[in-house]
Nanobody, 123 residues
Framework: QVQLEESGGGLVQAGGSLRLSCAAS????????MGWFRQAPGKEREFVAH???????YYGDFVKGRFTISRDNAKNTVGLQMNSLKPEDTATYYC?????????????????WGQGTQVTVSS
């Protein structure tokens, strides 16, 4: 059974940092591209970042150098370092796994999803 478990969310002031982590189990982690998405109340789910099997990285346009995605295949984890956080970054953040190498921003093409972790940025 595949499980993705996010952690690291919380409350932070604007300008602060958080590091999210996603632990994967039940899958051959190195075979999967891993993505982070977020969803704020009343809004559609939004692409945040993706790291491919070979380590290639992609980011949503709003990131503008503030976030960094990374993966550790030995530990089956993917991380998202978020700096210079803004109130508009407030959302539930989800990690997801995709087997197809071409899947990057297409959330409906990801195979597995975590339950999410809440990030709240106060002004």
């Amino acid at each position: 059974q595949v499980q993705l478990e996010e952690s690291g969310g919380g409350l932070v002031q604007a300008g602060g940092s958080l590091r999210l982590s996603c632990a994967a189990s039940g899958l051959t982690f190195s075979w999967y591209g891993m993505g982070w998405f977020r969803q704020a109340p009343g809004k559609e789910r939004e692409f945040v970042a993706h790291i491919g099997r070979t380590g290639s990285t992609y980011y949503g346009d709003f990131v503008k150098g503030r976030f960094t995605i990374s993966r550790d295949n030995a530990k089956n984890t993917v991380g998202l370092q978020m700096n210079s956080l803004k109130p508009e970054d407030t959302a539930t953040y989800y990690c997801a796994a995709a087997t197809a190498a071409w899947v990057i921003r297409q959330d409906n093409e990801y195979d597995y999803w975590g339950q999410g972790t809440q990030v709240t940025v106060s002004s």
